[in-house]
């Protein structure tokens, strides 16, 4: 949710794509947002998917962990890290299996929380207090001179 800076023709292809694909009208793209219209997008959805290939540590995930939004993600560079045993990872960019881990999460009463406490739990892992004292861990040894 950002802006389109430096990669305005992969958006201008995106738009053609919406119109091509006959989605005009179902396809938003917000753009730059507040923190209030962000928070309402999260709780507006009913999964939080993110296909990038670039990303380090995701914030966006444990942003969707946090509104209780299962999360199905592809597991490259920092993803998996930052899901740990939390939500869906794919290993393939398949269309009809991210639609079927879709169906599955909105139509199976037993996975969706069982997916939201998993999220839950990894949430903790980066928790103020654990985060603090994974760093003091590291540092610990130059600390001590």
Same mark, same amino acid.
């Given at each position: 949710?950002? *802006? =389109?800076?430096?990669?305005?023709?992969? !958006?201008? #292809?995106?738009?053609?794509? !919406? *119109?091509?694909?006959?989605? #005009?009208?179902?396809?938003?793209?917000?753009?730059?947002? =507040?923190?209030?219209?962000? =928070?309402?997008?999260?709780? &507006?959805? #009913?999964?939080?998917?993110?296909? =990038?290939?670039? %990303?380090?540590?995701?914030?966006?995930?444990?942003?969707? &962990?946090?509104?209780?939004?299962?999360?199905?993600?592809?597991?490259?560079?920092?993803?998996?890290?930052?899901?740990? #045993?939390?939500?869906?990872?794919?290993?393939?960019?398949?269309?009809?299996?991210?639609?079927?881990?879709?169906? %599955?999460?909105? *139509?199976?009463?037993?996975?969706?929380?069982?997916?939201?406490?998993?999220?839950?739990?990894?949430?903790?892992?980066?928790?103020?207090?654990?985060?603090?004292?994974?760093?003091?861990?590291?540092? %610990?040894?130059?600390?001590?001179?």
């Amino acid at each position: 949710m950002g *802006t =389109s800076a430096g990669v305005e023709g992969h !958006v201008t #292809d995106l738009y053609r794509l !919406v *119109t091509h694909l006959e989605l #005009d009208g179902s396809v938003v793209f917000v753009g730059q947002i =507040s923190d209030a219209a962000l =928070s309402t997008c999260y709780q &507006m959805a #009913d999964v939080y998917i993110c296909l =990038s290939e670039h %990303e380090g540590f995701c914030i966006p995930l444990l942003e969707a &962990m946090h509104y209780d939004l299962p999360v199905i993600a592809y597991a490259a560079t920092g993803v998996p890290y930052t899901m740990g #045993d939390a939500g869906v990872l794919i290993r393939r960019k398949e269309p009809a299996l991210i639609a079927e881990a879709m169906h %599955e999460i909105a *139509t199976n009463d037993e996975l969706r929380p069982w997916l939201i406490a998993g999220q839950r739990r990894r949430l903790q892992a980066f928790s103020p207090e654990n985060v603090r004292a994974q760093i003091l861990a590291l540092l %610990e040894p130059y600390l001590r001179g």
